[in-house]
């Protein structure tokens, strides 16, 4: 019995952007543009750490936001118990 092969959705992308690069991909041809590859890898996990370094500063920024909002609360409090 054969078995069916499983597909992976970086096969799908590949394509639906060229049917020709993914046919040679599955022959086994290897790409002829490696460096820029490589570049274009390296890009992608640079904005990666750009993106989750965003994340923090945004999530950073509501704490503190929070943090203002409790203790402006506790202030006012003071305020009119005093």
Not at 11 to 35: D, M
Not at 51 to 80: E, K, P
Request: proline share 0%; hydrophobic share 45%; with cysteine.
């Amino acid at each position: 019995m054969e078995t069916m092969r499983t597909i992976r959705a970086s096969e799908i992308g590949t394509y639906l952007f060229c049917k020709r690069a993914w046919w040679y991909h599955s022959q086994g041809v290897e790409s002829e543009n490696q460096s820029e590859m490589a570049s274009g890898s390296s890009y992608h996990q640079q904005h990666g750490r750009q993106v989750i370094y965003a994340g923090l500063l945004r999530l950073g920024g509501w704490f503190l936001l929070l943090l203002a909002l409790v203790l402006i609360t506790i202030g006012l409090s003071l305020q009119f118990l005093h």
